[in-house]
Nanobody, 112 residues
Framework: VQLVESGGDFVHSGGSLILSCAASGFPFSWSDMKWYRQAPGKEREFVAVITSWVHATNYADSVRGRFTISRNDARKMVYLQMNNLEPDDTAVYYC??????WGQGTQVTVSS
């Protein structure tokens, strides 16, 4: 049972990245999937969620309109498309199954 994130990188302000999260060992289609992030010296915060089956989405106010969460149930993958990145988006990004399992995180660094 695990979640493995990838896609983190160093980008300049205004750039874009796509984060991926590969899931295994649990019934992915039945699971709400979330992205969180934790900036240096700050609490981990919610970024986005996509529900099971109907794939409804919701976002933190700070990323709404710039980030898009999506999933592929057949491949057991969840994605976070991040556009118009800002230095305040610099953080370790984590994938999460519902309110439980966490991935190990992937670093996103945005320079001004």
């Amino acid at each position: 049972v695990q979640l493995v994130e990838s896609g983190g990188d160093f980008v300049h302000s205004g750039g874009s990245l796509i984060l991926s999260c590969a899931a295994s060992g649990f019934p992915f289609s039945w699971s709400d999937m979330k992205w969180y992030r934790q900036a240096p010296g700050k609490e981990r915060e919610f970024v986005a969620v996509i529900t099971s089956w109907v794939h409804a989405t919701n976002y933190a106010d700070s990323v709404r309109g710039r980030f898009t969460i999506s999933r592929n149930d057949a491949r057991k993958m969840v994605y976070l498309q991040m556009n118009n990145l800002e230095p305040d988006d610099t953080a370790v990004y984590y994938c999460r199954r519902g309110n439980g399992l966490w991935g190990q995180g992937t670093q996103v660094t945005v320079s001004s």
